[in-house]
């Protein structure tokens, strides 16, 4: 398995809401006040393991290049609203029952109190379920449509992260991408689609790209380059296993990695205006090789334009 990931995953949104730490079942809910900035953050080693005892002083937010006031810092498992998005072009028909069950084994491994979505597509794009977080209704989901026909990949991420940001109900929100291949199909061009992921409501996306080895090598490698932007666009990680038995260890890693992250809020001092930068620094002595990969930015709004 081969994994550019970020070391530091961050998810940078802002809600107009009082700052609250409510109770929901087994975590917390987290609420930002208007103007401030919410970041989770996932902290690996070099190994690429969880480091899940950082106190909040090893951090530091510099935005714009300026440093940041921390202004609340938590460790807690709180749930998350997903969307477990599934290539369903034809090329995947072979690799649809590996794919499924890996993809209900990362809600398996999720927390219990998570909302989940399905998304299936291929030239069209099909809400297989909505939010729940029922296991047979998922299973149910996930096998209601036989793949056939193209890929529209960017149309499938835009209207994603529609659904994701209207019927959400959690701050903290997350996209499971699983695709063979290029768009071959979409109405909208990846431009759009990354702007839209730039936005500051946007979720974290990780993708898992099972590129096909009867592809060409120049088609593999643009396959790659476009799954590793849109992760590191918004502090996800991008995945490409050699074969589809790695599969399911890597959405079990995924829910592992967003269940350990640590949740901090500032209130961003920069013009309201264009794009703003977001860098994470994590500095612990005790550990000498961790490293922050963080979201590239975000800006300011829901309208990244």
């Given at each position: 398995?081969r994994?550019?990931?970020?070391?530091?995953?961050v998810?940078?949104?802002t809600?107009a809401?009082?700052?609250?730490?409510?109770q929901?079942?087994?975590?917390?809910v987290?609420h930002a006040?208007?103007?401030?900035?919410l970041?989770?953050?996932?902290?690996l080693?070099?190994h690429?393991?969880?480091?899940t005892?950082?106190?909040?002083?090893?951090?530091?937010?510099i935005?714009?290049?300026?440093k940041?006031?921390?202004?609340?810092?938590s460790?807690?498992?709180?749930?998350v609203?997903?969307?477990?998005?599934?290539d369903?072009?034809?090329?995947m028909?072979?690799k649809?029952?590996?794919?499924?069950q890996a993809?209900?084994?990362?809600?398996?491994?999720?927390?219990?109190q998570?909302?989940v979505?399905?998304?299936?597509?291929?030239?069209?794009?099909?809400?297989?379920?909505?939010?729940?977080?029922?296991?047979?209704?998922?299973?149910?989901?996930?096998?209601?449509i036989?793949?056939?026909?193209g890929?529209a990949?960017?149309d499938a991420?835009?209207?994603?992260?529609?659904?994701?940001?209207q019927?959400?109900?959690?701050?903290?929100?997350?996209?499971?991408?699983?695709?063979?291949g290029?768009d071959?199909?979409?109405?909208?061009?990846?431009?759009?689609?990354?702007?839209?992921?730039?936005?500051?409501?946007?979720?974290?996306?990780?993708c898992?790209?099972?590129l096909?080895?009867?592809?060409?090598?120049?088609?593999?490698?643009?396959?790659?380059?476009?799954?590793?932007?849109?992760?590191?666009?918004t502090?996800g990680?991008?995945?490409?296993?050699k074969?589809?038995?790695q599969?399911?260890a890597?959405t079990?890693?995924?829910?592992?990695?967003?269940?350990q992250q640590?949740?901090?809020t500032?209130?961003?001092?920069?013009?309201?205006?264009?794009?703003?930068?977001?860098t994470?620094e994590?500095?612990?002595?005790?550990?000498?090789?961790?490293?922050?990969?963080?979201?590239?930015?975000?800006y300011?709004g829901?309208d990244?334009?």
């Amino acid at each position: 398995m081969r994994c550019l990931s970020a070391q530091v995953s961050v998810c940078v949104a802002t809600f107009a809401a009082g700052l609250l730490c409510q109770q929901a079942g087994s975590g917390l809910v987290f609420h930002a006040n208007v103007g401030e900035v919410l970041v989770q953050a996932s902290v690996l080693d070099k190994h690429g393991r969880s480091i899940t005892n950082l106190p909040a002083s090893d951090f530091t937010v510099i935005e714009n290049g300026v440093k940041q006031k921390v202004d609340s810092f938590s460790h807690d498992d709180a749930p998350v609203s997903v969307g477990i998005v599934v290539d369903n072009s034809g090329s995947m028909r072979s690799k649809r029952i590996k794919v499924d069950q890996a993809a209900l084994n990362f809600v398996r491994a999720s927390n219990a109190q998570d909302e989940v979505f399905i998304v299936k597509f291929n030239d069209e794009f099909h809400l297989a379920s909505p939010f729940t977080n029922s296991i047979p209704q998922l299973e149910q989901g996930l096998g209601d449509i036989d793949p056939q026909a193209g890929t529209a990949l960017n149309d499938a991420i835009i209207r994603s992260v529609e659904y994701l940001n209207q019927k959400g109900k959690n701050p903290k929100k997350v996209l499971l991408l699983i695709t063979d291949g290029q768009d071959d199909a979409s109405s909208h061009s990846l431009p759009q689609a990354i702007r839209l992921i730039q936005a500051q409501s946007a979720p974290t996306i990780y993708c898992i790209g099972l590129l096909d080895s009867s592809d060409s090598k120049s088609s593999q490698k643009e396959s790659e380059k476009v799954l590793i932007q849109i992760a590191a666009e918004t502090g996800g990680a991008a995945y490409f296993p050699k074969n589809l038995d790695q599969v399911d260890a890597i959405t079990r890693k995924v829910a592992q990695d967003i269940r350990q992250q640590y949740s901090l809020t500032y209130r961003s001092n920069q013009p309201p205006e264009g794009y703003h930068t977001i860098t994470l620094e994590v500095q612990d002595p005790r550990l000498k090789h961790l490293s922050a990969h963080t979201r590239r930015g975000y800006y300011r709004g829901d309208d990244p334009n």
